[in-house]
């Protein structure tokens, strides 16, 4: 469980399930920033795992005594990487120095807890690519493995580019066959445009190859 530090604080968790896990689970955030962090990350294909507030690393602060950092998220990828992630608005990573922060805490973090450690700001988000994370978390939350099923025929068959709302006519399963179109966007099956808003009306195409 968390702690409500303030009545400011936005703090919960999103119920996940990565493909490292075998059934759902939450996943805590402390902060919009955070909770936007972890969403975008979670729909990354190469994505295996993600903890939150996985460790705390001992490192040599700027005045020489020892201070510690936990990150925010520790993201496991499909090809064995494995990153440590620190979540700052961008106004306090410049108010505090926090840049140079990390690079200290990078030198002093094992190499068995992560092989790098990065930095991600408001300014490393893209609006689209959050809300398509954000509604893709919830069609994964709501299974339908009948809607899925409906939507690998009509791919199967689909050659060049159609609009989701057609591909969604032809399995006449309405919203669950929009959100099992997003799921095979995500899962790799079909491709789109993730950095742009996905809608009814933007275009897809069968991917080349399997998902990451």
Same mark, same amino acid.
């Given at each position: 469980m968390f702690a409500a530090r303030s009545?400011?604080?936005? !703090? #919960?968790? /999103?119920? %996940? /399930?990565l493909p490292a896990d075998d059934h759902p689970r939450q996943v805590i955030f402390e902060s919009q920033l955070e909770r936007k962090t972890l969403l975008t990350l979670c729909a990354l294909p190469e994505i295996w795992n993600v903890f939150d507030q996985p460790a705390r690393i001992t490192f040599e602060g700027f005045t020489g005594k020892t201070e510690t950092h936990i990150p925010d998220y520790l993201a496991e990828y499909k090809s064995g990487l494995r990153v440590a992630v620190a979540v700052k608005p961008f106004k306090q990573v410049q108010k505090l120095n926090f840049r140079a922060t990390l690079r200290a805490v990078e030198k002093s973090m094992p190499q068995s807890f992560a092989d790098r450690l990065f930095l991600v700001t408001e300014k490393n988000l893209h609006p689209a690519e959050v809300r398509n994370? +954000?509604?893709?978390?919830?069609? !994964?939350?709501?299974?339908? &493995? /009948?809607?899925?099923?409906a939507v690998a025929q009509v791919i199967s068959a689909l050659s060049g580019e159609e609009r989701i709302q057609d %591909?969604?006519?032809?399995? $006449?399963?309405?919203? $669950? #066959?929009? &959100?099992?179109?997003? $799921?095979?966007? @995500?899962? #790799?099956? %079909?491709?789109?445009? $993730? !950095?742009? @808003?996905?809608?009814?009306?933007?275009?897809?195409?069968?991917? +080349? #190859?399997?998902?990451?």
């Open positions: 009545k400011s604080s936005v !703090r #919960g968790f /999103e119920i %996940l /399930e994370a +954000e509604f893709l978390s919830m069609c !994964r939350r709501c299974k339908d &493995r /009948e809607a899925d099923d %591909l969604v006519c032809k399995t $006449r399963l309405n919203g $669950r #066959g929009f &959100r099992a179109i997003f $799921r095979a966007i @995500y899962s #790799g099956n %079909l491709h789109a445009d $993730r !950095r742009k @808003y996905i809608t009814p009306q933007s275009l897809v195409t069968v991917s +080349e #190859g399997p998902a990451c």
